[in-house]
């Protein structure tokens, strides 16, 4: 089962700007919303370096990472793609 995990901060501008976009993209596609500074495992396990990161997980592996702002088409792509 493919899920997406969406790596956030509320001090990051950038993740202000694209969480309108991830929440659209909610209603339509599993979505976890992950805050960065509640969450420090699960930022370690997957590595995230940077916020925004959107991972795409499929039967619980990675199978696409993107750190920045994507628009709706991107992160649609992606999930069709994988």
């Known amino acids: 089962m493919k899920k997406i995990l969406y ?3 509320t001090w990051c501008q950038p993740c202000k700007n694209f969480k309108p976009i991830m929440e659209h993209v909610s209603r339509e596609l ?3 919303f992950v805050d960065v ?3 420090p495992n699960l930022v370690a396990e997957y590595g995230v370096r940077s916020v925004p990161t959107v991972i795409l ?3 619980g592996r ?3 990472k993107q750190a920045g702002v994507l ?3 991107q992160i649609k792509s992606l999930w069709n793609q994988n």
Do not use: I, K, R
């Open 57 to 59: 997980l499929d039967n």
């Open 37 to 39: 500074d509640a969450s």
């Open 62 to 64: 990675v199978a696409s």
């Open 71 to 73: 628009t709706e088409a």
């Open 7 to 9: 790596f956030s901060a």
């Open 30 to 32: 599993p979505v976890q």
